[in-house]
């Protein structure tokens, strides 16, 4: 698990660029730094070390040093692979599940994707061929962000690492409009100008001869076949496949721990991992006594007794975890403000002064079909597609939906209006004979996903050094969760059926049937009273606000959330956008402070 970052270029590649993309990804890979230079082809990876500590430092060569590559994930199924390869004749100079790579692509070409189980975003320089390829997981676990312009092209692991090679960063009105309604950028789009997102289960090459640059999708959900199988039937299949996914994801040289919510998904991977180690599980959970919200520490207490795990549990206040934000938005930089980005990089604080790597429940609601909004009535979703047509009446309301288009200036009014048109397209490209249901599940899984939850998985966890796991997204599961039939996966008012029918193997059924809570924090308790009054005082005229939204629009909003109406959510976006500018555009991604107010980091 680490950070990557390179340039293929119309010139000679410049040391300082890459000494300064490598400094903004040193969070990621805190235990040492490696570069291949040939000519125009600057390629840099920053390492955390999880598997062959020792011998496992990049760039990697194959054995005549005709190809380079730098790479960040876990290849899971590389003990098999490099069995065949070296079945083939290929000579491995690590035990590096990496290298695997390197001699699949000789072995195979390009083909050689389809073969991996893992998480992984690569770039691999073919010298012969003279060209470079970029490629991104299945499910988009892993992040790869690229530049691509008449200098050539500049790709990393982070936005952050972007900004020597673009120089001035510039709002992408589009990214900001996605953003503000949906509270992420569906990929390929960002929040900058001229930074795109590779798609999950996308390569992309480039020639250096043209310098141009072609993207196709090797890997998607829409390859998936329905499975006709008897429900105990598929419950025994699934029980097979889940154990193997256990065993590749638990390869490491190093300790494992879990962030255990209390949820279904984070319990069953507790159950899960307990039985494979030898020592007891470390488990990590956060709440925030004395707020309006609920938690579910008891649960994963209980949960945490039945499996022996070593568990700690941190409960902290409001106001600490508030002013995590300028951290957690820097650590995102592909802004999303998912609230829970804040609690979980709270635990990762925690955790990585023990662990490197820890596994987490993400996938289990979009593959298994869990919330909520896969069971809306038909009443409401009838009406919802009559009122914006194209999705289903899937994802039509969009957070600043009721609001005044005053308040956005004109270039960000007009791209507001196209807003919905990712969550449109996945939804039109479904097969006729896909169920709503599948339809809304595809949608997720190729926006929600991948933008919002695995940015929140990815980022927050490895601002602090830690590798997360998520094994409900290895793609065989997901692929087996979208082919299961709607009946087993929901039943009258009841999401994760098929789930849950598994899980009784490991956990009492009082656990796994009670009603999803949800894991949230305070917003409206900090959008009241003084900290209200104060954001009035200071949002309203900050740099970023000032520039994509009328300020008079602004402060009738936040005085009207005095007088009791609900504009939490509005607010907060808002909220985050100020910080996000005031990093990434004013101050050109400087690492805030780890505890920040950020209405005065604002002001």
């Known amino acids: 698990m680490c950070g990557i970052a390179g340039v293929f270029s119309a010139g000679p590649v410049e040391a300082t660029l890459l000494d300064n993309m490598a400094q903004r990804l040193a969070h990621r890979g805190p235990d ?54 070296e079945t083939l004749g290929h000579r491995f100079a690590t035990h590096s599940d990496c290298e695997t790579l390197l001699h699949g692509y000789e072995a195979w070409g390009i083909a050689f994707l389809d073969r991996l189980q893992g998480m992984f975003a690569f770039a691999l320089h073919d010298v012969r061929r003279g060209e470079l390829i970029l490629a991104r997981d299945r499910l988009g676990i892993k992040p790869l962000y690229y530049c ?19 120089g001035m960063p510039e709002v992408d009105p589009h990214g900001l409009a996605q953003f503000l309604q949906s509270n992420f950028t569906c990929a390929p789009q ?96 956060v709440g925030f006594p004395g707020t309006s919200v609920h938690n579910e520490l008891d649960a994963a207490r209980r949960v945490a007794e039945q499996f022996h795990t070593r568990h700690s549990v941190f409960e902290v206040s409001a106001d600490d975890m508030l002013n995590c934000l300028p951290r957690s938005v820097w650590a995102a930089d592909d802004l999303t403000a998912d609230y829970a980005n804040l609690p979980v990089s709270m635990l990762a604080e925690h955790a990585g002064q023990e662990l490197k790597v820890v596994f ?98 990815d980022r927050m966890l490895m601002a602090w050094g830690i590798e997360g796991r998520v094994p409900f997204l290895d793609h065989r599961v997901v692929e087996f969760g979208l082919a299961l039939p709607d009946g087993y996966k929901i039943e009258r008012r009841t999401g994760k059926r098929f789930l849950r029918l598994w899980g009784e193997r490991y956990l009492p059924r009082e656990h796994l049937w009670s009603r999803k809570k949800g894991f949230t924090v305070p917003v409206d308790d900090w959008l009241r009273g003084e900290r209200l009054q104060t954001l009035l005082k200071v949002l309203p005229d900050s740099e970023g606000i000032r520039a994509w939204f009328d300020p008079a629009e602004v402060r009738k909003l936040l005085l009207a959330q005095q007088q009791g109406a609900k504009h939490s959510t509005a607010l907060w976006t808002l909220l985050n956008f100020a910080v996000w500018h005031r990093i990434f555009i004013e101050t050109a991604g400087q690492k805030p402070a780890d505890q920040a107010d950020p209405l005065a980091f604002i002001a």
Not at 73 to 83: D, M, S, V
Not at 148 to 163: M, N, T, V, W
Not at 439 to 449: A, S
Request: avoid cysteine; glycine fraction near 10%; hydrophobic fraction near 40%.
């Open 360 to 457: 987490s429940g993400e996938g289990g609601d979009e593959v298994f079909a869990g919330y909520g909004r896969y069971r809306a009535p038909w009443i409401r979703r009838t009406l919802a597609a009559l009122r914006a047509p194209g999705s289903g009446g899937f994802r039509t309301k969009g957070i600043f939906a009721g609001i005044p288009h005053a308040l956005f200036k004109p270039q960000l009014a007009e791209a507001i209006h196209g807003w919905r048109q990712p969550f449109q397209q996945a939804w039109q490209r479904t097969p006729k004979q896909w169920t709503r249901l599948q339809r809304m599940q595809y949608v997720d899984i190729e926006t929600w996903l991948p933008d919002d939850l695995l940015v929140k998985a």
């Open 190 to 285: 960002t929040l900058l100008q001229g930074v795109n997102k590779l798609q999950p289960g996308h390569l992309a090459r480039i020639d250096a001869r043209t310098l141009r640059l072609e993207t196709h999708a090797y890997w998607s959900p829409l390859q998936v076949a329905p499975l006709e199988l008897k429900l105990d039937d598929a419950l025994d299949r699934f029980g097979v496949l889940m154990h193997d996914v256990m065993d590749i994801h638990m390869r490491a040289d190093v300790p494992l721990g879990l962030f255990l919510s209390g949820g279904v998904d984070s319990s069953l991977l507790a159950a899960l991992l307990a039985q494979r180690v030898d020592e007891p599980l470390r488990t990590f959970s």
């Open 148 to 166: 691509h312009d008449s200098r050539g092209l500049a790709f990393a692991s982070e936005i952050k690492a972007l900004l020597p090679w673009q």
């Open 32 to 85: 040492g730094q490696g570069r291949h230079v040939a000519g125009n082809v600057g390629l840099l990876h920053t390492r955390l070390a999880i598997i062959d500590l020792e011998g496992g430092a990049q760039p990697l060569y194959n054995e005549d040093r005709s190809l380079a590559l730098v790479a960040n994930g876990e290849i899971y199924n590389y003990r098999e692979l490099r069995a065949e390869l």
